[in-house]
């Protein structure tokens, strides 16, 4: 029954795995060097043709592994985060697909790769954030800036970042933020496994909403009205993909 209520309606989102979470990240991570150039654009038909083969093919490696692997839409459930969780990690390892702290480090080093001077770079990194919705709630960025300020006042002179012994103070400056605000990059790992588990449960409470949603549109329906709606954790996904 379960079925045939949602088989009418709208997809479940089952492979859908873009969210924007909140990401923690040691600020002295974001005072890179300018990363090496881009290889060589392709052309023409040439190019077109490499995008739609590596989409197409990361779409059905992606949808394969759905369709193979079973989830409950529990997001109050640990164990069914984590197991949510654990496919979407090999969905990416099989697909090589960007992880969300992946996708926020390729944006930043193409977004700031030829950028000069380490105030335009910290600029940047704002209106990244900003346009990606991340918030700063420990208040990082404006910590980030003091510690330029006080870097270029001991230079005496705008630091640029291709200048080493600058950016080495500015590098010492940053682990002081970060001591002060507990990150540490040996902890890295563990911040990483603790934003899967966080988008894994919005996925799934996205999941749920989806298929109440779709349930209740088709229980409007003449042919369903005597037909009594399942508890969501009891479906299936890999019967609506």
């Not at 926020?104 to 919705?133: N, S, V």
């Not at 709630?137 to 006080?150: F, I, N, V």
């Amino acid at each position: 029954m379960a079925s045939r209520l949602l088989a009418k309606s709208k997809q479940l989102p089952a492979a859908q795995i873009l969210l924007r979470p909140e990401l923690t990240v040691p600020v002295r991570s974001y005072a890179k060097e300018p990363a090496s150039p881009a290889p060589p654009a392709l052309k023409g038909d040439e190019m077109l043709k490499s995008i739609f083969l590596e989409v197409k093919n990361k779409f059905e490696t992606a949808i394969g592994i759905f369709r193979k692997e079973k989830i409950t839409i529990d997001p109050d459930d640990p164990a069914a985060v984590s197991q949510y969780a654990k496919v979407v990690k090999t969905v990416r390892d099989k697909a090589n697909l960007f992880s969300e702290s992946q996708r926020i480090k390729y944006t930043i080093e193409t977004k700031t790769r030829d950028i000069p001077d380490a105030r335009t770079y910290l600029l940047t990194l704002k209106e990244i954030r900003l346009k990606r919705g991340l918030p700063d709630e420990r208040g990082a960025e404006a910590m980030m800036l003091d510690a330029l300020e006080k870097v270029e006042k001991e230079i005496k002179r705008p630091l640029m970042r291709n200048d080493k012994k600058g950016m080495v103070l500015l590098m010492a400056e940053f682990d002081k933020i970060n001591q002060k605000l507990g990150i540490r990059r040996d902890d890295l790992p563990k911040y990483e496994e603790q934003l899967e588990l966080k988008i894994a449960k919005a996925q799934l409470e996205e999941l749920k909403k989806d298929a109440v949603e779709a349930m209740d549109t088709q229980k409007k329906r003449e042919e369903f009205k005597d037909e009594e709606m399942p508890h969501v954790k009891s479906l299936d996904v890999r019967n609506f993909i």
